[in-house]
């Protein structure tokens, strides 16, 4: 009898615990325990909504003497958590070798400053996201890493999202080619073809939960 009433105890005072850090009330866990769905809906309303990105497109934007140029890939990647964009976290991920310039020279060139036999992807780390305006501008901070090398980044741009719940995120940032140690290959024909250091990585996802 002495356990049943010990254990009665704890049970309450977990209930009281858990009610005060998930927000819910406790007239709202008392009749979800009376079904015996306290712990459902307690998981239920403190689980993030996971998305994933299920389309887009990645480019990448050079200034070179010769003319600028850019290169494009679909194989985009990656999650992100959150109930709403303000409280997104997550990553983005980006085949490297897949990207196309419209020149296969220059494509393999591209490749071997980027160093993809070892490091095939690039990949940002959402750490933060903020709405700057009503119509849907936001600033994103976080981390970049491609070769190898991360560095901090700030990304502008912009995020809505649609009736199913999926969010569609546009957004650019610069990265410093030499920050990132990627030197090799830049430069050719005595800097005749040389890419500035700065360049701008343009990314246009789609997310969703899986199943949507």
Not at 10 to 18: F, H, P, Q, S, Y
Request: charged content about 20%.
């Amino acid at each position: 009898m002495r356990r049943a009433v010990v254990g009665a105890c704890i049970g309450a005072m977990a209930t009281l615990l858990v009610t005060a850090r998930s927000g819910l009330s406790v007239t709202a866990i008392a009749g979800a325990s009376a079904s015996g769905g306290a712990l459902r809906a307690i998981a239920g309303a403190s689980a993030p909504t996971a998305l994933r990105v299920q389309g887009g497109t990645a480019v990448f934007r050079a200034a070179a003497r010769l003319g600028d140029f850019s290169g494009t890939t679909t194989a985009v990647g990656g999650e992100v958590t959150g109930a709403t964009p303000e409280r997104a976290r997550g990553w983005v991920d980006v085949g490297l070798d897949s990207l196309r310039t419209g020149n296969g020279r220059r494509d393999r060139h591209m490749r071997e400053a980027l160093e993809t036999a070892r490091h095939p992807r690039a990949r940002f780390d959402l750490d933060s996201l903020r709405r700057v305006s009503a119509d849907g501008a936001v600033v994103l901070h976080g981390r970049f890493t491609v070769r190898g090398v991360t560095r901090s980044a700030r990304a502008t741009g912009t995020v809505a999202t649609d009736a199913t719940g999926g969010w569609r995120l546009s957004a650019f940032f610069p990265v410093s080619l030499s920050a990132h140690g990627i030197t090799k290959g830049i430069s050719r024909l005595g800097g005749l073809l040389s890419v500035m250091d700065t360049v701008q990585v343009d990314v246009s996802l789609t997310l969703r939960a899986d199943g949507d």
